[in-house]
């Protein structure tokens, strides 16, 4: 069985006979926002002729094996069938990069694995019940990571974006934009980072031992009690800190939606009047029509 590394920025043929079967392991993580990405997320299957088997997404290992048919992205690069299609341009537009950077900022092999037929091969059944709860688990987190307050955020750059795209002198609003949107990012790991270290403070063990020393007649309980009146106090400044990059979260997504809403192309339209109102011409002319109208009704 030879095992050999995937490169990620190019589509590769993969060696599977009639029958045969290959293993997909491994983990890329990106450096732009922590995310890590195991083959499922980093490749698009279907296209590649390829399919399913069996799934231990806890180990990040696939079972693949051949459709049987011709992979539309595997004719479209020129390779054989099957092959692997890295999804890097999603990916890479998803977090506004363009694939050579997302490439760049990736780290962690992608391997395969050759195996040996099986004796007996998998029912359809079981393959599509498998690639079924596949595609949810990869739905359901898709949705997950949109409706974080950063993937908010993401979308209200996107939209932004797309409005200063037809404008050659919004280039300026364009790399604060971006601007704005690194700084979401810093936020956002912030917010990350504060929201863990408060989920492992057991407050209520912190409430008892203050009561205990409120009440130890020992020499040393007050000075038990100042330490922790210092870790209330850091507690607070974390709570604090959470609050801030969340809130700052949501000041730049308002932001964000706010310039996608002013820099829409028919903006003003219903109140701006030219300098020759077509409504007063036509106003106008029915005045003129009326007034030819009176004079000729009217007795020599």
């Not at 299957?45 to 799934?55: I, P």
């Not at 949705?143 to 919004?170: C, E, F, I, M, Y």
């Amino acid at each position: 069985m030879n095992v050999a590394a995937i490169p990620l920025d190019r589509v590769t043929a993969l060696p599977i006979a009639h029958g045969g079967r290959i293993v997909l392991r491994g983990v890329a993580t990106t450096s732009v926002d922590g995310t890590s990405l195991d083959g499922i997320g980093l490749f698009d299957l279907a296209s590649g002729g390829l399919q399913v088997v069996q799934a231990l997404p806890e180990r990040h290992e696939y079972l693949l094996t051949s459709t049987g048919e011709l992979g539309s992205a595997c004719a479209a690069a020129g390779v054989p069938s099957p092959c692997l299609v890295p999804r890097l341009r999603s990916l890479a537009h998803d977090r506004l990069r363009t694939e050579r950077e997302f490439a760049a900022t990736l780290s962690g092999p992608i391997e395969i694995e050759e195996m040996p037929p099986p004796s007996r091969p998998p029912t359809l059944a079981v393959a599509a019940l498998f690639a079924v709860a596949l595609v949810a688990t990869a739905l359901a987190v898709l949705r997950k990571r949109r409706r974080s307050p950063l993937g908010r955020v993401r979308n209200a750059a996107r939209q932004a974006l797309q409005s200063t795209l037809r404008d050659p002198t919004l280039r300026a609003v364009r790399s604060q934009i971006l601007a704005t949107l690194e700084r979401a990012v810093k936020l956002d790991e912030a917010r990350r980072v504060c929201a863990r270290a408060l989920r492992r403070v057991d407050r209520a063990s912190l409430d008892r031992r203050r009561r205990t020393s409120e009440r130890s007649p020992a020499p040393d309980a007050a000075e038990a009690l100042v330490w922790l009146g210092e870790e209330y106090a850091e507690l607070t400044r974390l709570e604090n800190d959470l609050a801030s990059s969340v809130a700052g979260l949501a000041r730049i997504e308002s932001g964000l939606r706010v310039a996608a809403l002013r820099l829409r192309a028919h903006r003003g339209t219903r109140v701006r009047k030219e300098s020759e109102d077509p409504m007063d011409l036509l106003a106008a002319e029915f005045a003129l029509r009326d007034e030819a109208i009176a004079e000729v009704g009217q007795d020599p």
